[in-house]
């Protein structure tokens, strides 16, 4: 497969628009527009977390109802995307994009009125259905608006919002949680709702491709759907299934043949969902790659630093939120700087450097110890949102780019789509290192501290909690041992934290090396032409 085989030849010539007059179809202002919607979406990935212990204690809810309510967002959310972003393309950006805001804030308004935890779970569906529309559509609608040479910086702004808003969402939870109610942090969504649809409705211009797509491929939308659900669900499951289980692996079995049967079946298809022709395009490919190693590394990795704040060094939600700053902070001023660099020099270079400093930050992080102050930890993450930003901008170009103005939607799908099936992978597998290293260390380091023998069940209780940075203390311990119990519960974490950084460091290095065969987007000057903003 060759560099020179792109897919521009699928894509129309347009004509070069008129300049724009006025709000409608305006460049920036329509990157205002779809950053508010985004920015509810994205939020809300990371907010509700903090929200969901009040939520167990108020509603009466089980461990297993408390999972399901994180999810089944993300389950709706990453096997509807593709869809969703197809759905873009038939009917138009503009309406998808006003329909997902509207039903995103409606279903965060009727999981605040929920007094069951079932209703709960099932607006959380809802509402990771509607985000899914969102999402695409506002890639599609940047796209389409803005002119080639000011793509990049567009969509460095874009990737600033997600950024801030998914490294924000502990801070603003915990602040919410605290002061207000678990359920203001939906209800805030009704408020941003409205106005991101207010603005939709004035500012936002419809773009549809002269192809457009005219029907729909109801057997694909069903068998991909299917096969991202296989895939995602057992690595949701894998830490309570086992990655031994038959249950894991017949999933993760059917989750191949589904895609297998979806490849052979958009061959014979007129209007397939997802045209494989597009991945002739090999910057496409390695893009696409890109987002699930760099969302492996980044959220698999992210997810026990909020433990090693919280458990190990006794934080509470907001405060370990404030530590993340250096890494939020990094990405806001990143995110535009790196869009700049990648419209000068191409996404090539940035992509490399920037899969090169996650990995440094990996490594850095893997280094990390029970005592360590927050000026190392800070260091660390800055590099990490250096090293993030060009790669959240760069691989989306890239995805985008590289594909026909008239499957915009379904690129935005698969870059979104993507960055769910990295995150949900690396959140999988690292959690089996860190549980693996836990389970070869614990004996020892107990035994080590002279602490009284455990039973086979009483470890496996013990490992559990060690996995997740808690010591486990029982109530009464005299403060001799309750010190031990502590030093060797946070000791062993940290070992496995370090262990579950140097394979992300790697996976960083393997990304890097990826990104060597991205190249600029061959059809992004399909969307706006040359048109004056």
């Known amino acids: 497969m060759s560099s020179q085989t792109p897919v521009a030849h699928l894509a129309p010539e347009l004509p070069v628009p008129e300049p724009r007059k006025g709000l409608r179809g305006h460049p920036w202002l329509t990157l205002f527009s779809v950053a508010i919607g985004v920015m509810m979406v994205a939020l809300d990935g990371t907010i509700v977390a903090i929200a969901n212990p009040a939520i167990k204690d108020d509603l009466n809810a089980s461990l297993a109802d408390v999972q399901w309510i994180t999810n089944g967002y993300m389950l709706a959310l990453a096997v509807s995307l593709i869809t969703a972003g197809k759905l873009g393309d038939r009917f138009g950006h503009r309406q998808t994009f006003l329909i997902g805001i509207l039903g995103f804030a409606a279903a965060s308004a009727a999981i605040g009125f929920s007094g069951q935890v079932t209703l709960v779970i099932v607006f959380r569906v809802l509402q990771g259905l509607f985000g899914a529309l969102l999402m695409p559509a506002a890639l599609g609608l940047l796209r389409a ?3 080639a040479e000011k793509l990049n910086m567009a969509l460095g702004i874009w990737g600033m919002v997600i950024g801030a808003s998914t490294a924000g969402g502990p801070i603003v939870g915990g602040l919410l949680v605290e002061h207000v109610s678990w ?23 419809d773009h549809r491709a002269e192809n457009a797509p005219r029907s729909f491929d109801i057997p694909g939308i069903v068998l991909l759907s299917g096969a991202m659900f296989c895939l995602i669900w057992p690595l949701i499951k894998a830490t309570e299934w086992g990655w031994g289980s038959m249950t894991t692996w017949g999933f993760l079995i059917g989750a191949v043949v589904l ?32 987002m699930v190693l760099m969302a492996f590394a980044f959220m698999g990795g992210l997810f026990f630093v909020t433990f090693y704040l919280q458990n190990v060094h006794g934080m509470s939600p907001v405060d370990s939120g404030l530590h993340l700053l250096p890494l939020t902070g990094m990405m806001i001023v990143g995110s535009p700087l790196a ?4 419209t000068r ?17 990996m490594y850095g992080m893997s280094r990390l110890d029970a005592g360590t102050t927050t000026g190392p930890m800070s260091v660390w993450f800055a590099l990490l949102g250096l090293g993030l930003a060009p790669v959240m901008v760069g691989a989306t170009e890239v995805i985008v780019g590289n594909a026909p103005l008239e499957l915009s939607g379904v690129a935005g799908g698969l870059q979104q789509a993507a960055m769910q099936v990295g995150g949900s992978l690396g959140t999988a597998v690292l959690g089996a290192v860190m549980a693996s290293r836990v389970d070869h260390d614990l004996p020892g380091n107990w035994q080590g501290a002279g602490l009284p023998p455990l039973s086979p069940d009483k470890q496996s209780l013990v490992s559990d909690a060690v996995s997740a940075g808690i010591a486990p203390v029982p109530k009464g311990t005299p403060k001799p041992f309750a010190d031990k119990i502590v030093a060797v519960a946070h000791d062993t974490f940290v070992s496995g934290m370090g262990l579950a950084f140097s394979v992300a460091c790697g996976v960083a290095v393997l990304a890097a090396v990826v990104a060597l065969f991205t190249k600029r987007g061959a059809n992004a000057a399909a969307g706006a032409g040359v048109g004056h903003i």
């Not at 958009?266 to 496409?284: A, C, Q, Y």
């Not at 020099?345 to 930050?361: D, E, K, N, Q, Y």
């Open 345 to 361: 020099f191409g996404p090539r270079i940035p992509l490399v450097g920037g899969m090169v400093i996650t990995a440094v930050a």
């Open 145 to 147: 608006t803005f002119p």
């Open 183 to 205: 359920q203001s942090v939906f209800f805030i969504n009704v408020p941003v709702g409205v106005l991101a649809l207010v603005l939709g409705l004035v500012i936002l211009k």
């Open 339 to 342: 869009g700049a660099l990648i």
């Open 259 to 290: 895609f297998a049967l979806f490849a052979v079946l958009e061959t014979r298809v007129r209007e397939p969902l997802i045209p494989l022709r597009m991945f002739r395009s090999v910057p496409l490919t390695a893009g696409t790659i890109l």
